[in-house]
T-cell receptor, first 111, second 112 residues
Framework: GQQLNQSPQSMFIQEGEDVSMNCTSSSIFNTWLWYKQDPGEGPVLLIALYKAGELTSNGRLTAQFGITRKDSFLNISASIPSDVGIYFCAGSSNTGNQFYFGTGTSLTVIP | KAGVTQTPRYLIKTRGQQVTLSCSPISGHRSVSWYQQTPGQGLQFLFEYFSETQRNKGNFPGRFSGRQFSNSRSEMNVSTLELGDSALYLC???????????FGSGTRLTVV
């Protein structure tokens, strides 16, 4: 199946720093989702985006639906230790029934 | 409200056996999807059910099947298990009006 290109693959940052990651697709998507996964658990939905150009925030997290509809971005401001985990993007080009997931960005926050 | 519940959490099977995994969605969610997660392949879509009907299927062999019951609970079955089927199997549900899936904690299947 289709796989989204997510970068960077991993990040090691100091607590308090801002984080940026992105996701690109060869196809146009109508919906973008961003998830965070902790070890041994299922992914947890962070932000959902439904319109090109849309910018949505959830606390310190901000995500954008790229205007080309082929990419999306996630920013985390003032990182804290509990931000550690793997972040996944997911996109869908149809009515939202089938989502394709990115390869994940592993985030490590150094206190 | 209760989240998505998957049972069992862990399972060990031998090659050639079959396995059934269960998923109880959030109350009111009629759409249930299944994903396979492995370190090498990431999250791969298996299938999606809505009102007891399979609406989408990913690129997996016919050994992988599923079904959904009238109460929206879903099961997936894998027959003739292979070593490569070892993975975390995730179930996710969503309401009709929203595309944001809520995932369960998964079933960790190990095939030996």
């Amino acid at each position: 199946g289709q796989q989204l290109n997510q970068s960077p693959q991993s990040m090691f940052i100091q607590e308090g720093e801002d984080v940026s990651m992105n996701c690109t697709s060869s196809s146009i998507f109508n919906t973008w989702l961003w998830y965070k996964q902790d070890p041994g658990e299922g992914p947890v939905l962070l932000i959902a985006l439904y319109k090109a150009g849309e910018l949505t925030s959830n606390g310190r997290l901000t995500a954008q639906f790229g205007i080309t509809r082929k990419d999306s971005f996630l920013n985390i401001s003032a990182s804290i230790p509990s931000d550690v985990g793997i972040y996944f993007c997911a996109g869908s080009s149809n009515t939202g029934n089938q989502f394709y997931f990115g390869t994940g960005t592993s985030l490590t926050v150094i206190p | 409200k209760a989240g998505v519940t998957q049972t069992p959490r862990y399972l060990i099977k031998t090659r050639g056996q079959q396995v059934t995994l269960s998923c109880s969605p959030i109350s009111g969610h009629r759409s249930v999807s299944w994903y396979q997660q492995t370190p090498g392949q990431g999250l791969q879509f298996l299938f999606e059910y809505f009102s007891e009907t399979q609406r989408n299927k990913g690129n997996f062999p016919g050994r992988f099947s599923g079904r959904q019951f009238s109460n929206s609970r879903s099961e997936m079955n894998v027959s003739t298990l292979e070593l490569g089927d070892s993975a975390l199997y995730l179930c996710a549900s969503r309401p009709v009006s929203d595309y944001g899936y809520t995932f369960g904690s998964g079933t960790r299947l190990t095939v030996v």
